[in-house]
Structure formats: structure tokens, C-alpha cells
């Protein structure tokens, strides 16, 4: 039983990682004209994670929440910071207080926005988003002009650009057609309100693919990349970016059972505390570990197990495993790969600890290893 240095559960992050896969994809993008915005919410707004994606050259940092945005100025960063989340009416004074930048819908948010603005002496940019399909948020694109005019006579509030998101709802794939539209739309504003903008963001990391390949961008000069840098994968199918690491990410979980068991269940048999149970083949006698990790802490379904292991189930405190010939012990570490769902469910429970680690001399490295399979 070794000596635990910190306590477990808990997310180990590899901030040399992080950096290759920002600089990566910041190199990737920017003979296109393409800038990239950091996205941190799938780490509760880690100022560490920030930090390596503003060293990997992204050119603004990108949350959902405010609060996470607050976390990163308490941190002391002060770069161009952007909540991509259309703010609620409740937190616009917040909302004008640490970002610089909101994504926005609503002509009423809008107003409140500028308000606010007003009052605090400051001023805020604003990104109206359009809807290309996904149906999450945006406006359609007939009713964006009237919005974006509305935007340009407000007081404090300066109408920086437009947005759009796909992918995320209906799992639209951004393609040459919607992404033309975009560019259409921006001409559009431009033309009614008679002045450039500066901003078009063309999406989050399923946007990736689209910008690499496609013969011409059109307007479309900044993306908005979380899971692509943090995962190192496109979000469409889930496999692996060229060149980037995989693994920045593991969750270690600590044995609490380790017993030769049955592999079937006996008595009769209902339902599990989550739902039906299915009931594999009969292997006899197998080892079944149990890892003091569950629902609470992360998205159990969502994790790698180490190789020769086997994910059995999972329940609110417990996760357990079938380790094959390996028999790990009580207090042993485990280490799983995470996938977007188990990474954001873990960096946002109470119950996971965080330990981030610079390893800069293996920067070296980084290419040959990120096609390898995670271990
Ligand atoms: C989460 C989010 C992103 C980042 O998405 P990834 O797939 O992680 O790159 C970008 N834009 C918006 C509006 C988001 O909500």
C-alpha cells in the first residue's frame, strides 16, 4: 500500500499538455485568419488551465458562467476575458464587471447590459448570436438585423460581432452551407449599420474540422475551442486530433474492495439504484474491485479504464471493476481516462480533488505520443 501524496479522488492535469494543444491549434489556425478564444468551463475556470492556454497563444479566454470568469480575475489574470453564455438579467451587473465580452440574444439583456454598463463607468462588447440550425441559442437570421441596430444605438454597449454555435443541441455539423450563411449574415449587418465588425466567431471545437479543411473561411475569424484543446479530440466523433495529446486529463480513484467474486448476480433480480442492470456471460470466478469513486464525483460511463479492465458499474459512491489477472490491492490508485462528460462532472464535484503538474522538458515529446492509445 504506497503513501498517497494528495487525496483521491481527484483530477491530475498536465498544464505542458494543455499549452502544446492551445499552440497546436493556434499555429493550425492562424494562416487562416483564425484566432482562437480559450474555453475553461469544463475545468470549474481553472486559473492554471487558463494560464497554459494564454502561453499556447489563445487570443481571449472564453466561460460560460460568470463566476468562473470572477474566479480567473481574482487569479490576477487580465486579458480580454468573454462570458459565452447569454447572461442572465440577474447577473448583468457582474456579467459588466468581469468580462469584457457577452454573447447575447435578447434585446431586453441587451438593455440591462447597458445599464449596468452605464452605471459602473464601464463599457461592454457584445456578440449577437445567430441561429444556423442547431436550435440552442441564437437569433434567426431575419430577426438579426433589427436586434443588431437596437444594439448599435445603446449608450455603452459596443455591437463587436456575431457568433453561432453548432453542434451542441441537435449535433448540426458546421459544413461549407452553414458556415457560408454566417458570412452572409455578417455582409448583411455590415451593410445595414454601415460598420465593420470585428468579431465573427464561427463556433466551438466541432467547428475545428470545418476551418482546417474548408478552401475559404469567408468572415469567420475567431473559434471558441474547450474539448479540443483540453481533450486533445474533435467533439463530431470523438477521435483523436492529430498532433495533440489525449491524456492532459486522468482521474485517479482509490481501491476500497478488491475480492474474487461470481461475474453473475444470484437472487432475484429488479431493478439497480440506477435503472435496469444488464447481466453479462458467466466467466466464473473474477476479480471485482471496487474504486471509492461514483455518480457524485463524475460520469461514470464516461471514463477509460486501464487496459485489461472493464468498466462493471457504476452507483453513486461506487465504481466497480472487473481487473482481469490483475489483482490491485486495498488503498491502490486507479487511473482513468476521461472523456468531456466525466472531465467537467469531476472538475465541478466537491468531492474530486485537483492536482495540476508542469512538466515543460517533455514538451519534446508531445508529437509521438499523442497518437498512442492513453494508458
Ligand atoms: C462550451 C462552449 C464552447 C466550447 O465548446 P467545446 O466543444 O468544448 O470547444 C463554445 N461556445 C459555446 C457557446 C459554448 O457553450
Redesign the pocket.
Known amino acids: 500500500m504506497g503513501r498517497r501524496p494528495v487525496s483521491a479522488p481527484r483530477v491530475e492535469i498536465r498544464i505542458d499538455r494543455i499549452r502544446h494543444n492551445a499552440r497546436t491549434l493556434v499555429d493550425r489556425l492562424a494562416p487562416r485568419g483564425i484566432s482562437v478564444t480559450g474555453?475553461t468551463?469544463?475545468t470549474l475556470g481553472s486559473p492554471a488551465v487558463a494560464g497554459a492556454l494564454l502561453d499556447g497563444g489563445v487570443s481571449a479566454l472564453?466561460d460560460?458562467r460568470v463566476e468562473n470568469i470572477e474566479t480567473l480575475r481574482a487569479s490576477g489574470l487580465t486579458g480580454p476575458m468573454t462570458l459565452?453564455?447569454a447572461p442572465m438579467p440577474s447577473q448583468v451587473e457582474r456579467v459588466v464587471a468581469a468580462a469584457d465580452l457577452s454573447?447575447n440574444t435578447e434585446v431586453a439583456t441587451l438593455d440591462l447590459l447597458d445599464a449596468a454598463a452605464g452605471r459602473q463607468g464601464r463599457r461592454h462588447g457584445v456578440v449577437l448570436m445567430v441561429e444556423l440550425g442547431d436550435l440552442r441559442e441564437g437569433l434567426l437570421p431575419q430577426d438579426l438585423g433589427a436586434v443588431a441596430h437596437h444594439a448599435a444605438g445603446l449608450a455603452h454597449v459596443d455591437l463587436r460581432g456575431i457568433g453561432t454555435?453548432l453542434a451542441?443541441q441537435s449535433g448540426v455539423t458546421p459544413d461549407d452551407a452553414n458556415m457560408a450563411e454566417l458570412t452572409r449574415v455578417v455582409a448583411q449587418v455590415e451593410r445595414q449599420g454601415r460598420r465593420p465588425l470585428s468579431l465573427v466567431s464561427g463556433g466551438?471545437?466541432?467547428s475545428l474540422a470545418w476551418a482546417c479543411a474548408t478552401a475559404d473561411v469567408g468572415r469567420v475569424d475567431d473559434l471558441?475551442?474547450?474539448?479540443?484543446i483540453l481533450l486533445g479530440r474533435e467533439?463530431l466523433g470523438r477521435s483523436p486530433i492529430e498532433g495533440l495529446c489525449t491524456d492532459a486529463f486522468t482521474l485517479v480513484a482509490e481501491v476500497i474492495e478488491a475480492q474474487v467474486k461470481p461475474t453473475r448476480a444470484w437472487g432475484t433480480i429488479g431493478e439497480g439504484a440506477f435503472g435496469p442492470v444488464r447481466s453479462g456471460p458467466d466467466r466464473g470466478d473474477t476479480c471485482r474491485v471496487l474504486l471509492a469513486l461514483g455518480r457524485q464525483d463524475t460520469a461514470a460511463d464516461d471514463l477509460t479504464p486501464p487496459p485489461g479492465t472493464t468498466i462493471l458499474g457504476a452507483s453513486s459512491d461506487h465504481l466497480v471493476l472487473d481487473t482481469g489477472h490483475a489483482r490491485p490491492q486495498v488503498g491502490d490508485e486507479v487511473r482513468l481516462g476521461v472523456g468531456y462528460a466525466a472531465l467537467l462532472a469531476a472538475m465541478t464535484s466537491p468531492f474530486v480533488a485537483i492536482r495540476a503538474r508542469d512538466e515543460p522538458a517533455e514538451r519534446a515529446n508531445r508529437a509521438g505520443r499523442a497518437s498512442r492509445p492513453r494508458s
Open positions: 474555453v468551463k469544463a472564453g460560460s459565452i453564455r454573447f454555435n451542441c466551438n471545437s466541432a471558441r475551442l474547450g474539448e479540443a467533439p
